[in-house]
Nanobody, 125 residues
Framework: QVQLVESGGGLVQAGGSLRLSCSAS????????MGWFRQPPAKEREFVAF???????????DYADSVRGRFTISGDNAKNTVYLQMNSLKPEDTAVYYC???????????????WGQGTQVTVSS
């Protein structure tokens, strides 16, 4: 079992920044994929970004086109924490943001086995 806890959400004006954190505990692995997804109001959950850490310590990330260049995903393996730095936020970024854990790279939420409870991000215009 892997437990995930998100934090860092809140209310911010358009153009502002937030950093989300996802702390993992339980059965963590030296190699993993951690993803961020979001669910806007009255919409389906959508992929935001993932980061893959290999057993050799190499990180690789990928992003949805809608956030590429504005969001940055990173990991701190010593802290078992993954971050999502969100800059130049737009009202359409308003959503509940979830982190999730998988053993393989994927943009599909069904490929993620463990999920956090979510954190609300609201961007005002």
């Amino acid at each position: 079992q892997v437990q995930l806890v998100e934090s860092g959400g809140g209310l911010v004006q358009a153009g502002g920044s937030l950093r989300l954190s996802c702390s993992a505990s339980g059965r963590t692995f030296s190699s993993y994929v951690m993803g961020w997804f979001r669910q806007p109001p009255a919409k389906e959950r959508e992929f935001v970004a993932f980061i893959r850490r290999s057993s050799g310590g190499t990180y690789y990330g990928d992003y949805a086109d809608s956030v590429r260049g504005r969001f940055t995903i990173s990991g701190d393996n010593a802290k078992n924490t993954v971050y999502l730095q969100m800059n130049s936020l737009k009202p359409e970024d308003t959503a509940v943001y979830y982190c999730a854990h998988s053993r393989s790279t994927s943009r599909n939420s069904e490929d993620y086995q463990y999920w956090g409870q979510g954190t609300q991000v609201t961007v005002s215009s």
